[in-house]
């Protein structure tokens, strides 16, 4: 399925655009929003307090380290900021070769541009263990649903045809994970059977654009009817089924099942505490080498089963320091044994989370939870503390539909193709981290003196010992709509100190990007660094809307001082991108 395309404006010399009429009406909309934003950044800009009617409060000098702490875990991988899609949707967001998804494909070129890498694109979840081939059927997907409580559809069956590995075919440069029914394959002739027939159609259609394989999806939930569902009889079934998997390949696709270029994503687990990580390693479940890329699930939180609140769950930095620490904890146990690749004890095992975002079960939680601003300030300081505590990509979790998406990719009954607030933090934080391939980045969490839990920064180290950025996230909220609408917009001062013999000095011209909305609870009008992503504008590519000069501060004493209003973030930097 596929929304209609708009006629797009066309082009004059020297690459500027003319706006045709229909889309006058959302840029203007974009540029009376921005009346927020240049108000924030005049004040902002300034080492001085703001207009005395609103608030700056200062904190103390935040001390900078000559270079990064050693870490024991492997360095930011290759497209640290990526994404999964639903199994069953991947032809909402990638079309097919006639009928390209250039919307989503131009979304992901923006980060790849950043980041020196397009983003991985994991295309597994639910339905991924439901999927079963049907060669003779005519659509990509076929499927019925349940609508359960937390406002999304539950999959009680799928299946899928030829046309489905079309859509693995439109977007130039993407590397993705394919994952594999684990559940069916099983517990049935019928499952087993479609493992082996989907294994030839599959290894042809991704080719040179396959990552790794992801056989399972959080086993740990499976309710399977066996005597005692536990690690050895999950790892039993995974090694029985990847043998069968190499064997399809060897046959079909003989230049995929090498040791180079064979592996697998797992164990895709979503609370490790009921398939034990250390319990299935001892047990034999990566003896082979076989499995590449360590990866759990992660989610902050279920609105149906908790209370969610905007400050207190999705603003709050303690609160993501607590969920993801949380996640690390698991794998700590494993870093000096499990993680080391049994082939070849120099590797160690990157861990990612290949599927997480925000907050299940929307129906339950404020009206525009996770679709505002507040969201986009959350990808930011969650992404940011991901990377700075070990874990080496994050594939952010996507469907059609979906509450919490970056990007919604068509027009649907629920929702119009769109460009969602998350989108411009996955922005922010690949430019926070940088060209991965060429610099080499490492993040660290900045200590912020006399910080609350809505004050969270960061500093970007390239090669070694350069400080290259750093980003500050203010997390208390201002509303745009309701709550603090109306009030004063207040803001944090923030001021940093640099080493002797640091790349930063005196006189150092340091520029300034923010990401920039009314306030928090806003979910138009967003910009980072000036520029807007939005569909309408030019179908998701980068348009300026903001001021041209950028911003910038100057380095004096050792320190360098910066205003962040309230519900807003800046990143610092000291060398050219």
Known sequence: MQHSRRTKGRRLSGGLQLVPPEQLLSLLVLILGLVFGLRARDASSSN???????TVTSHGTANLDLSPPKSAFPSIQEAFVSFAIEFYYLPDFAGTPSSPGTFSDNLLNNIG????TKPYVRVGGNSQDLAIYESAQQNATQATFTQNVQGYKDFVSVKIGPSFFDSFKTWEDVKFIYGLNLKNASTSAVGWQSLLDTIPVACKALNDSLLYWEYGNEPDYYHMPKVEWNDDAYVSDWSNGTNAIKDQLSSNCPEMASDNSFGFVGPSLAEPNNLPPMGIFQNGYNKNGSVKIYALHNYMGDCSIQTCNMQANMMNHTAIVQNLNGVANQITPLNNGPLINPTDSATVIPFVLDETNSFLSLIDGPAKFANVFGAALWTVDYMLWAASIGISRMHMQQGTDFGYNSWQPLTTGNANVSVSPPYYGNIAVATMIGNIPRDSPRVVPVSIPNADDMDSAYATYVNGSTLARIAVINLHQHNATGGTAGSARNGRSYTFGFPSGSNVQDGHVV??????AAGSDVNTSITFD????????????????????????????????????????AILNFVNP
């Open 530 to 569: 000036g520029w807007s992503y939005d569909y309408d504008l030019a179908d998701g590519k980068p348009v300026k809307v903001g001021p041209t000069t950028a911003e910038t501060l100057t380095v004096g004493n050792g320190l360098v001082t910066v205003a962040v209003n309230d519900s807003s973030a």
């Open 48 to 54: 001085s307090s703001s207009s005395s009617s609103s």
């Open 511 to 516: 520029t300034v990007q923010r990401m920039m």
């Open 113 to 116: 541009n950043i980041s020196g």
